[in-house]
């Protein structure tokens, strides 16, 4: 059967007007929730493969544990194998960051080194009403004040910080200026690599407020951190889908290169370590619907709003608080922003630990069933 030309362009505009109501009818969805609530541990196991394709001399790598005991996530066992002369457990000496340290002869011709760690999470939820005072010692709370190389608290990052809060009275009041200023003044960019590097002094400066978790969340800590609330990012990776059909909230568990997230945490007397991330807000926002979805009060975006002040969904596992961390036995001295993603180094110098085809490493994460 043909059609005329007549009949085929009324064909057509009807199927570009169907596409337009279906792209509009994506951005207007119904109504989502994101309520992440305490429902029991899971339990998964991560796995990082390593490969070294450049052998150059001796090859030296530093693995990222999962290795927080907190009343979120619990730490259980690691194990290795691979052709490593050397393995073990080490420390940045001031931050305390706990790391699994590997070094190959020079004469191996492929080095490989398989690290699993098994661990659990929950989800977080803030009872807002509770009143109870919840008590640490003032120096535990010190370093989350404390100025770091890419987290400065004084000039424009503290002038900032004031002009946000201007008004608020209690450390709550402050925490949610400033998280609502985030969400309504930066904003997620796709091309930025790796998870971003967390220069918020640049990005103030230059009023660039663009960028990935690393940037966005560390814009939040430091605001937090310069007008006196303690304040950490918590550097980790996704594990699994998101249980509320959020896309970009979750990860697909059997390739987790490029799931790193960096989330945030502020102490607020009232109840302790506090889950926020207005990072993973920006990025529902830019990614989620096929159009950038700027309004925090659009249908799609307003439970993440509500529901990312205060709570977490344990479908992601923490690694470590550091910043400024130094690799021990590195032959490099100059310190990294954070450790988040597997690092590595031979006689051609540091690899890109944001590229982990030509690195070359493979994460995954099997959830095991109680």
Not at 143 to 151: D, K, S
Not at 328 to 350: D, H, K, T, V
């Amino acid at each position: 059967m043909t059609l005329s030309r007549r009949k085929w362009l009324h064909a057509a505009a009807g199927i570009t007007a169907l596409g337009v109501a279906n792209a509009q009818s994506n951005t207007t969805q119904a109504p989502r929730t994101f309520n992440p609530q305490p429902q029991g541990w899971r339990t998964f196991e991560l796995t990082t493969e390593v490969e070294i394709l450049d052998v150059q001399g001796g090859t030296k790598i530093w693995l990222p544990l999962p290795d927080l005991q907190t009343t979120y996530q619990e730490s259980l066992d690691h194990s290795w194998t691979g052709t490593a002369s050397r393995a073990q457990v080490v420390s940045d000496p001031t931050k305390q960051v706990r790391m699994v340290y590997a070094e190959f002869a020079e004469s191996l011709k492929s080095p490989r080194f398989v690290l699993k760690s098994r661990f659990k999470t929950s989800n977080r939820a803030t009872s807002w009403d509770r009143t109870d005072n919840v008590r640490t010692l003032q120096t535990e709370l010190k370093p989350h004040l404390r100025a770091t190389e890419l987290l400065p608290t004084d000039g424009i990052v503290r002038a900032t910080a004031l002009r946000i809060t201007q008004g608020a009275v209690s450390d709550v009041e402050k925490v949610r200026a400033i998280y609502h200023w985030v969400i309504q003044n930066a904003h997620r960019e796709p091309k930025t690599k790796g998870c971003g590097t967390g220069d918020i002094r640049a990005m103030l400066e230059t009023g660039n407020l663009s960028g990935k978790c690393a940037d966005l969340n560390a814009l939040f800590v430091g605001l937090c951190r310069s007008c006196g609330v303690p304040a950490r990012d918590v550097y980790g990776v996704r594990l699994a889908p998101s249980a509320f059909g959020y896309r970009e909230l979750g990860a697909n568990a059997s390739r987790l290169q490029g799931a790193q997230h960096c989330r945030a945490e502020v102490w607020l007397a009232q109840y302790g370590w506090v889950p926020m991330d207005p990072a993973d807000v920006l990025k529902v926002m830019r990614q989620e619907s096929p159009d950038w979805i700027k309004d925090p009060k659009h249908p799609l975006i307003a439970p993440v709003v509500r529901g990312l002040f205060g709570n977490w969904e344990g479908n992601w596992v923490g690694f470590n608080t550091g910043h400024d961390i130094a690799l021990p036995n590195s032959s490099s001295r100059a310190p990294i922003g954070f450790l988040m993603y597997p690092n590595g180094e031979n006689a051609s110098g540091r690899f890109d630990e944001l590229s982990p085809d030509t690195f070359k490493y493979v994460m995954s994460a099997t959830e095991i069933s109680s």
